[in-house]
């Protein structure tokens, strides 16, 4: 029996997600909704309401925004990682101080992960094919050693 690669669902989209700065967008893109959630919190829950208005809800939906054209425009991602991380710091102010903490740290680690992306990488070699190497090398050295 031959070892024919799957294709498949799957396998297609982590050929999409290899190509570009999948995580940085994602985390980018939760963050923005995140923050846009605690902004309807009851008042006995927020902490700091900040400027209230246009711009608790622009920001965080920019958040949204960008994160969405990190992983459907990559080869923009250093500008959109960059505004990322200033309205992410934006939100400290304008939107329950970043969402309590933590769309402020998803967005801004997620920008982070996206401006180090690096495209020309080789995808990463599952464990299973690393041991199905090695065996081939080692049944090759074993044979060709008699």
């Known amino acids: 029996m031959e070892d024919s690669p799957r294709r498949g669902p799957r396998h297609s989209f982590r050929s999409w997600r290899a190509r570009r700065p999948f ?14 959630l605690t902004e309807k ?3 006995k829950v927020v ?12 920001l965080p939906g920019l958040m949204a925004l960008l994160g969405l054209l990190i992983l459907f425009n990559p080869a923009q991602r250093l500008f959109y990682s960059i505004v990322g991380v200033l309205v992410s710091l934006g939100t400290w102010v304008t939107s329950n101080l970043g969402g309590f903490f933590v769309g402020l740290l998803l967005g801004v680690v997620g920008s982070c992960l996206a401006f180090g992306w ?8 599952g464990r299973r094919e690393r041991r199905r190497r090695k065996r081939a090398l080692a049944e090759e050295a074993g ?3 008699v």
Request: aromatic fraction near 4%; avoid cysteine; glycine fraction near 18%.
């Open 41 to 43: 919190a009851s008042l």
């Open 47 to 58: 902490m700091h309401i900040g400027m209230q208005g246009l711009a608790g809800y622009l």
């Open 118 to 125: 690096l495209p020309d990488q080789e995808p990463r070699v």
């Open 23 to 36: 995580w940085g967008g994602l985390l980018l893109a939760l963050a923005g909704g995140e923050i846009l």
């Open 143 to 145: 044979t060709s050693a």
